[in-house]
């Protein structure tokens, strides 16, 4: 091929340039949405390698990409201009949808109560306490109440983590021993309570019926409902308790008398827990009790707001190490997602 002459070298140039005055924007615009989308991926890979995450193809992969990307643009959104008293974070449920959130880690049969529904009478020995002696503040960990963050991992086993917190709060008060204790025992061996969904006070149940739990060294945790286990490891009781009390329903004043004598087993609507970062949960929230949570204390915030100190069983890369803070005293009598709905605690 011969050599170009001067004056088509020059007009092929000028097409070029007329090119791209016509259609600049359009290549400027796909260029950053090309570099976003790389930066995204990028930001994708990073989490995956932090959360252990692995897919089991491309598709795959690329599907939790797409939930990752509108994962991330709500959370961006919601804690722009700081309007919130509380903030949310790119944590390990970052490439879950909300549906499958709640499928695999709440109860996703709801909560209800034993004895055909109908919550029966218990007592309540924190009824004559006498609100003006109540300290300003309650934190059960700093009395060596409460054992470290556990995570259910992607099972429904909430309420087993709720109950077992709230037995290991009140051996530590009794004994003077805090004992981790097995979830697992309850999961595999309460037959009205399985991976799918059970409640605490029928796990209180349980627990008084097969004479305490074992402690969680001798029956570890597998995140899934098994066959109940009955070698003398398994079986030797740790710790025991002599009955369970339920707070009075819808009222935080009764619920803050029970904290201050011991962590208390709560039920809560978890829809808006999945992405929590820090703060004090406000705001709107639902009242379908789905999750298990135990309630270890209450404060005020730096700014005011009064909140409930909880503990969560997602690990501690969700929410303040594991820890929620919830407003506490607001004006829907059922609490803060329906955390004064249905408290319990057990009792030695």
């Not at 707070?247 to 201050?260: Q, T, Y």
Request: some cysteine.
């Amino acid at each position: 091929m011969g050599a170009i002459s001067k004056p088509l070298l020059l007009a092929i140039l000028c097409c070029i340039v007329c090119l791209y005055s016509s259609s600049g924007g359009a290549i400027v615009a796909a260029a950053r949405e090309l570099g976003g989308d790389a930066a995204m991926a990028a930001r994708h890979e990073r989490w995956m390698a932090q959360h252990g995450r692995v897919y089991k193809d491309a598709a795959e992969k690329a599907r939790r990409l797409e939930v990752f990307k509108a994962n991330v643009a709500f959370i961006e959104s919601f804690n722009a201009g700081g309007k919130n008293k509380y903030w949310l974070g790119v944590n390990q449920f970052a490439d879950l949808t909300s549906e499958e959130f709640k499928a695999t880690m709440t109860n996703n049969k709801g909560f209800s109560t034993p004895n055909n529904g109908v919550r029966v009478s218990t007592g309540f020995k924190y009824e004559n306490v006498s609100a003006d002696a109540l300290p300003a503040s309650v934190d059960w960990r700093t009395k060596g109440a409460v054992t470290p963050i556990k995570d259910q991992g992607q099972c429904g086993c909430c309420w087993a983590f709720s109950a077992v917190a709230a037995m290991e709060g009140i051996v530590k008060l009794s004994t003077g021993k805090l004992i981790s204790l097995s979830e697992q025992e309850l999961v595999d061996c309460d037959v009205d309570g399985n991976d799918h969904g059970g409640e605490m006070d029928g796990a209180f149940q349980f627990i008084l019926s097969n004479g305490g739990l074992t402690a969680e060294a001798n029956y570890p945790y597998t995140a899934e409902d098994g066959r109940c286990k009955t070698t003398a490891a398994a079986a030797s009781v740790a710790a025991s308790i002599r009955g369970y009390e339920d707070v009075p329903a819808n009222d935080e004043p009764s619920l803050m008398k029970a904290v201050a004598g011991q962590p208390v087993s709560v039920a809560v609507d978890a829809s808006k827990f999945q992405f929590y970062g820090g703060g004090v949960m406000a705001g709107e929230c639902g009242t379908s009790l789905d999750h298990g949570v135990t309630v270890i204390g209450y404060g005020v915030a730096s700014d005011g707001t009064k909140y409930w100190l909880v503990k969560n069983s997602w690990g501690t890369t969700w929410g303040e190490a594991g820890y929620l803070r919830m407003e506490k005293d607001i004006d829907d009598k059922r609490g803060m997602c329906g955390l004064a709905m249905q408290p319990s605690y057990p009792t030695e």
